[in-house]
C-alpha cells in the first residue's frame, strides 16, 4: 500500500531541484523514499516507503532547511470529483479523523493553473474555516497547520504540518508591494530574503539606525534601498550609475570600483550583494568578507546554472562554510528559492562573534 505522500510547494520549473533536496535529506537521515516531480506544476510529492519512516520524516522536516520549497505538509487525504455544491462535508469528515489544528490555510500552486484557483481559494476559506470551528476541529491549543490544497474546483489534498516548522502564508508566500520610490523591482528581493532569513532579533540588530552597510554590485539602487530604509550609511560599490532619488538622501556614498576588489577601510554590519556572476566566484567573494571579518551579516544571490541548481547552491555553501571553519569561525547560515527570486538563490550567513568598526 502506498504511503500518504509529503508535499512541497516550489516556483515551478524547479520540481526537479526540490525533489533532489528532499531526497538528499531523506538519505542523510537513512530514510528510504521516491519523488514524484512533474515539470511545471510547482509542487512534488515524496512518499515513503513505510509508515515508521514516513512518521520519522515528519517529524525532522523544517521548513528553514530546504532552499528549494515554499511550504509544505504531510498529506493524510486526497479528495477528487467532490461535489461542487458541497465540498465543506467531505473536508470534514476527513478533518474529523485528523489531529486538531489551530489553524487553516486554502492553499492553491503558483503554477498557470494553479493561480486560476486564487479567487476560488480566498472565498472558500472563511466558510471552510467557520465550519472547521463549529466541529471544534480548530483549537487554539492546536499543535499542527491544516492545509487543504486545490488542484481543481473538486479536486484536493488534506494534511497536516507542525506550526514551527512550515509557513504561516499561503502557498508559503510572503506577498510584498513594490515601493513606488524604488529604483528597481530587485528591492522586492532583499526585503523578501530580509524578511524571511534573519530572524527578528538579528534584524534589529543589524539595521540599526546609524549601522553602517554595502551593496557590491549595487546601481541603480534596488538593493541599497532596502538598506538606506531600514536606517543604514551604505556603500554602493558600482561603476554603474546609481539613482538620483537615493542619493539625495546623503544616507549613500558611491564607489566607482571593482566589487571583486573593493574593502571597507574597518567592518561594516551588513554586506549585500545581487551582481550577475558565476555562482562559484560570488561565493569565494562572500567568504572573502566573512573570513577577513569585514562584516557580520552578508545577504546575497547566487545565480543558478541551467541544470544541476540544487548541487550548484550546495557546493557553494559548502565552500563558504569550509572557509569559515578552517578560519576558525562560528556561523550561522540559511538559503532559500524565494518568490521574488527567479534563476537565483538568496542566501543569508552570520559571524555568531560581533563584528565592531575599529
Not at 291 to 299: L, W, Y
Given at each position: 500500500?502506498?504511503?500518504?505522500?509529503?508535499?512541497?510547494?516550489?516556483?515551478?520549473?524547479?520540481?526537479?531541484?526540490?525533489?533532489?533536496?528532499?531526497?538528499?535529506?531523506?538519505?542523510?537521515?537513512?530514510?528510504?523514499?521516491?519523488?514524484?516531480?512533474?515539470?511545471?506544476?510547482?509542487?512534488?510529492?515524496?512518499?515513503?516507503?513505510?509508515?515508521?519512516?514516513?512518521?520519522?520524516?515528519?517529524?525532522?522536516?523544517?521548513?528553514?532547511?530546504?532552499?528549494?520549497?515554499?511550504?509544505?505538509?504531510?498529506?493524510?487525504?486526497?479528495?477528487?470529483?467532490?461535489?461542487?455544491?458541497?465540498?465543506?462535508?467531505?473536508?470534514?469528515?476527513?478533518?474529523?479523523?485528523?489531529?486538531?489544528?489551530?489553524?487553516?490555510?486554502?492553499?492553491?500552486?503558483?503554477?498557470?493553473?494553479?493561480?486560476?484557483?486564487?479567487?476560488?481559494?480566498?472565498?472558500?476559506?472563511?466558510?471552510?474555516?467557520?465550519?472547521?470551528?463549529?466541529?471544534?476541529?480548530?483549537?487554539?491549543?492546536?499543535?499542527?497547520?491544516?492545509?487543504?490544497?486545490?488542484?481543481?474546483?473538486?479536486?484536493?489534498?488534506?494534511?497536516?504540518?507542525?506550526?514551527?516548522?512550515?509557513?504561516?502564508?499561503?502557498?508559503?508566500?510572503?506577498?510584498?508591494?513594490?515601493?513606488?520610490?524604488?529604483?528597481?523591482?530587485?528591492?522586492?528581493?532583499?526585503?523578501?530574503?530580509?524578511?524571511?532569513?534573519?530572524?527578528?532579533?538579528?534584524?534589529?540588530?543589524?539595521?540599526?539606525?546609524?549601522?553602517?552597510?554595502?551593496?557590491?554590485?549595487?546601481?541603480?539602487?534596488?538593493?541599497?534601498?532596502?538598506?538606506?530604509?531600514?536606517?543604514?550609511?551604505?556603500?554602493?560599490?558600482?561603476?554603474?550609475?546609481?539613482?538620483?532619488?537615493?542619493?539625495?538622501?546623503?544616507?549613500?556614498?558611491?564607489?566607482?570600483?571593482?566589487?571583486?576588489?573593493?574593502?571597507?577601510?574597518?567592518?561594516?554590519?551588513?554586506?549585500?550583494?545581487?551582481?550577475?556572476?558565476?555562482?562559484?566566484?560570488?561565493?569565494?567573494?562572500?567568504?572573502?568578507?566573512?573570513?577577513?571579518?569585514?562584516?557580520?551579516?552578508?545577504?546575497?544571490?547566487?545565480?543558478?546554472?541551467?541544470?544541476?541548481?540544487?548541487?550548484?547552491?550546495?557546493?557553494?555553501?559548502?565552500?563558504i562554510c569550509e572557509r569559515l571553519e578552517d578560519a576558525d569561525l562560528d556561523y550561522f547560515w540559511q538559503a532559500k528559492h524565494l518568490?521574488?527570486?527567479?534563476?537565483?538563490?538568496?542566501?543569508?550567513?552570520?559571524?555568531?562573534?560581533?563584528?565592531?568598526?575599529?
Amino acid at each position: 500500500m502506498q504511503q500518504a505522500p509529503f508535499i512541497f510547494f516550489c516556483r515551478p520549473g524547479f520540481e526537479s531541484d526540490c525533489a533532489a533536496e528532499v531526497q538528499a535529506i531523506a538519505t542523510a537521515h537513512d530514510l528510504a523514499g521516491y519523488a514524484n516531480a512533474q515539470p511545471e506544476t510547482g509542487y512534488v510529492r515524496y512518499y515513503m516507503f513505510d509508515q515508521s519512516s514516513a512518521e520519522e520524516f515528519f517529524g525532522l522536516l523544517d521548513l528553514v532547511d530546504i532552499i528549494f520549497a515554499r511550504q509544505w505538509f504531510w498529506a493524510k487525504a486526497e479528495l477528487e470529483d467532490m461535489p461542487l455544491d458541497d465540498r465543506i462535508s467531505p473536508i470534514i469528515d476527513i478533518c474529523s479523523e485528523l489531529s486538531s489544528a489551530k489553524n487553516v490555510l486554502v492553499e492553491h500552486l503558483d503554477s498557470g493553473d494553479g493561480r486560476e484557483l486564487s479567487k476560488f481559494c480566498k472565498k472558500f476559506s472563511t466558510p471552510l474555516t467557520i465550519s472547521l470551528e463549529k466541529q471544534n476541529l480548530i483549537q487554539e491549543e492546536g499543535e499542527f497547520r491544516l492545509h487543504v490544497l486545490f488542484l481543481a474546483n473538486d479536486h484536493c489534498l488534506i494534511g497536516l504540518s507542525p506550526l514551527e516548522c512550515s509557513s504561516p502564508h499561503k502557498g508559503g508566500i510572503l506577498r510584498l508591494k513594490a515601493p513606488k520610490d524604488a529604483p528597481s523591482r530587485s528591492t522586492l528581493k532583499l526585503d523578501e530574503g530580509i524578511q524571511v532569513l534573519i530572524s527578528r532579533k538579528q534584524q534589529k540588530d543589524a539595521f540599526r539606525l546609524g549601522n553602517t552597510g554595502v551593496d557590491l554590485g549595487a546601481a541603480p539602487g534596488g538593493w541599497t534601498y532596502q538598506l538606506v530604509e531600514r536606517g543604514l550609511q551604505v556603500s554602493a560599490i558600482d561603476n554603474g550609475p546609481m539613482d538620483k532619488k537615493l542619493m539625495a538622501t546623503e544616507h549613500v556614498e558611491h564607489f566607482k570600483e571593482n566589487a571583486f576588489t573593493w574593502l571597507p577601510k574597518k567592518p561594516v554590519n551588513v554586506l549585500v550583494c545581487d551582481m550577475v556572476e558565476k555562482p562559484s566566484l560570488v561565493a569565494n567573494l562572500m567568504a572573502e568578507w566573512l573570513e577577513g571579518s569585514h562584516t557580520q551579516h552578508a545577504i546575497f544571490n547566487l545565480k543558478l546554472p541551467m541544470k544541476k541548481r540544487f548541487q550548484e547552491v550546495a557546493d557553494c555553501i559548502g565552500l563558504i562554510c569550509e572557509r569559515l571553519e578552517d578560519a576558525d569561525l562560528d556561523y550561522f547560515w540559511q538559503a532559500k528559492h524565494l518568490y521574488h527570486d527567479r534563476e537565483e538563490v538568496t542566501v543569508y550567513f552570520r559571524l555568531k562573534t560581533r563584528v565592531t568598526p575599529n
